[in-house]
Nanobody, 126 residues
Framework: QVQLVESGGGLVQAGDSLRLSCVASGRSFSSFGMAWFRQPPGEEREFVAALSWSANTISRDYADSVKGRFTISRDNAKNTVYLQMNSLRPEDTALYYC?????????????????WGQGTQVTVSS
């Protein structure tokens, strides 16, 4: 089994920054494709960012709504994936989930991910 634990959420003002962390345990972290999703209040879960890599290449994918403001990264030595969120907006308010899949390729489909964390709340006030 794989456990994912998110942290770093909170209440911030528009324009502020936050960095979310997701620590994975239970299996070799380097074999996973990783992603962040979010679920705004009263809405469905949506894709935010994904990261995959091979021996020499790292690929990142972002939802249009966060492109240029959010950055996904990982530290294999720490079994951790990060989501750096800058220039936050009220519409970024959501429960943010970390997800892992047993394939390294990126995907925007939540159904492609095998493991999920419990989520961390991000609230952005105007």
């Amino acid at each position: 089994q794989v456990q994912l634990v998110e942290s770093g959420g909170g209440l911030v003002q528009a324009g502020d920054s936050l960095r979310l962390s997701c620590v994975a345990s239970g299996r070799s972290f380097s074999s996973f494709g990783m992603a962040w999703f979010r679920q705004p209040p009263g809405e469905e879960r949506e894709f935010v960012a994904a990261l995959s890599w091979s021996a020499n290449t790292i690929s990142r994918d972002y939802a249009d709504s966060v492109k240029g403001r959010f950055t996904i990264s990982r530290d294999n030595a720490k079994n951790t994936v990060y989501l750096q969120m800058n220039s936050l907006r009220p519409e970024d308010t959501a429960l943010y989930y970390c997800a892992a899949r047993l394939f390294r390729a990126t995907s925007r489909r939540s159904a492609d991910y095998d493991y999920w964390g419990q989520g961390t709340q991000v609230t952005v006030s105007s």
